[in-house]
C-alpha cells in the first residue's frame, strides 16, 4: 500500500519559515495530482496547494498565494512545501494528499491517500 510520510512542522514566530516534506513510498510520479491541505480543530479541511507530478504545474489558495510553494526532489520521491512569512492564521495540521486518477486535487472528497499530518504552530 502507498503510503504519504509528512514532516517538518514546527513551532515558529510569525514572519518565520519552515518547509514540510511529504515522502512517498514509491514515486511522486505515481499520482496524477498531490496536495496540501490543513486543519484546524472543528473546522474542515481546508486546501492550499495542488502540485500535478507530470507537468509540475500548480496552484495555491488565495490565503497562502505568494508565501507558500510547492515542489519536489530531483528523485521524485518527496514532496515539499516552503512556508514563508507565516503568520498566526497558518497554525494547523497540514497533511500531503494524492490522487491517483485524472481528476481535482482541491476537493477532500477527491483525494484517494493521506498522510498522518504535522503540526504547525506559529506564534505571533
Known amino acids: 500500500q502507498v503510503q504519504l510520510v509528512e514532516s517538518g512542522g514546527d513551532s515558529v514566530q510569525a514572519g518565520g519559515s519552515l518547509r514540510l516534506s511529504c515522502s512517498t513510498s514509491?514515486?511522486?510520479?505515481?499520482?496524477?495530482?498531490m496536495a496540501w491541505f490543513r486543519q484546524i480543530p472543528e473546522r474542515e479541511r481546508e486546501w492550499v496547494a495542488t502540485?500535478?507530478?507530470?507537468?509540475?504545474?500548480?496552484w495555491y489558495s488565495d490565503s497562502v498565494k505568494g508565501r507558500f510553494t510547492t515542489s519536489r526532489d530531483k528523485d521524485k520521491a518527496t514532496l515539499y512545501l516552503q512556508m514563508d512569512s507565516l503568520i498566526s492564521g497558518d497554525s494547523a495540521l497540514y497533511y500531503c494528499?494524492?490522487?491517483?486518477?485524472?481528476?481535482?486535487?482541491?476537493?477532500?472528497?477527491?483525494?484517494?491517500?493521506w498522510g498522518q499530518g504535522t503540526q504547525v504552530t506559529v506564534s505571533s
Open positions: 494528499a494524492a490522487r491517483s486518477e485524472v481528476g481535482s486535487c482541491r476537493k477532500e472528497r477527491s483525494i484517494s491517500t
Open positions: 514509491g514515486s511522486i510520479t505515481d499520482y496524477y495530482c
Open positions: 502540485f500535478i507530478p507530470d507537468s509540475e504545474n500548480t
